[in-house]
């Protein structure tokens, strides 16, 4: 059975960057799809204009939710928890609801309690590796997700299921790479390759801008390269704020080890051991470049 006859309409709850992103992926990618899309009034009417959906909806969930056989939610940690019961109320039984948040283990104890997997819709989690560091509808982008990563978490029963199945088969459509994991081995992962490069940048931007004198320095003598390494401070606290806290312990570890490491380079900067640091960063940039 192909993809289309399983899943044939979507609900996306949350239509900003990622949300607005999915919708114009399947509009250009796949067919037979009817896309609806949940948010704010303005933000449903944005991704409706922008084509993004083809139905709007906005107020009471459960309208959005009839007849979906795949409901994307693509809103903040905390709004997806919160709403998570509701879904659980209002989804068809035979539907497959799957997240797009940036930490997993918080989300799959929630989805835990709620829609247990014996029964009802079925949850799969899920993370796009993929993202601006502009949010909302207007910088959503139909081909957001080619090439890059796409986390799924679950057991291999979970891959199993004909729905997961047609979902995979929806994120290869659309140019996603699928990755299996759990969700403690996913926090751990993004905690250190995404959420700490974030609070780096956002330390580096903080302590130059505190350092700012009349006449711009040291921001006026910057080149391309400054530019390159804060792209990340231009994302918004409102977007971090629920990963941060749902992944405190391991941004706490990381923080620690990442603060040892500035400690050894500075003990090292009348040294020439400061190549093998060099050496190190050299290979890992070859590594991200091949990905």
Request: glycine residues 8%; aromatic residues 6%.
């Amino acid at each position: 059975m192909s993809s289309g006859h399983i899943i044939s309409r979507v609900t996306i709850l949350g239509t900003g960057l990622i949300g607005g992103s999915f919708g114009l992926a399947l509009r250009k990618y796949t067919t037979s799809i009817c896309v609806s899309g949940w948010d704010r009034t303005d933000v449903v009417g944005e991704a409706h204009a922008r084509g993004a959906i083809d139905a709007p909806f906005y107020g009471e969930l459960a309208a959005a939710l009839k007849g979906a056989d795949l409901v994307y939610i693509a809103l903040p940690i905390a709004a997806t928890i919160d709403l998570l019961p509701e879904i659980a109320r209002h989804a068809p039984p035979n539907a497959l609801v799957t997240d797009a948040c940036s930490t997993k283990v918080r989300i799959a104890e929630a989805a835990e309690e709620v829609l247990p997997a014996d029964k009802g819709p079925f949850f799969l989690g899920g993370h796009p590796m993929a993202g601006k560091e502009l949010s909302g509808i207007a910088h959503a982008d139909a081909d957001l997700f080619r090439g890059s990563t796409y986390a799924l978490i679950g057991a291999s029963a979970a891959q199993e299921d004909p729905r997961v199945s047609a979902f995979v088969k929806i994120l290869e459509k659309i140019g996603a790479r699928t990755l299996w994991l759990g969700a403690p081995q996913h926090d751990y992962a993004v905690g250190l390759a995404s959420h700490l490069p974030q609070l780096a940048a956002v330390a580096l931007a903080g302590f130059l801008y505190d350092r700012l004198d009349e006449n711009g320095l040291p921001i006026t003598l910057a080149g391309p390269g400054l530019r390159d390494s804060l792209r990340l401070a231009g994302s918004s606290y409102a977007t971090w704020r629920d990963i941060v806290l749902t992944n405190q312990e391991v941004l706490s570890a990381a923080l620690d080890l990442l603060a040892r490491r500035l400690d050894d380079l500075r003990e090292r900067l009348a040294s020439r051991d400061l190549e093998a640091d060099f050496d190190a960063a050299n290979e890992l940039y070859k590594l991200l470049r091949s990905l």
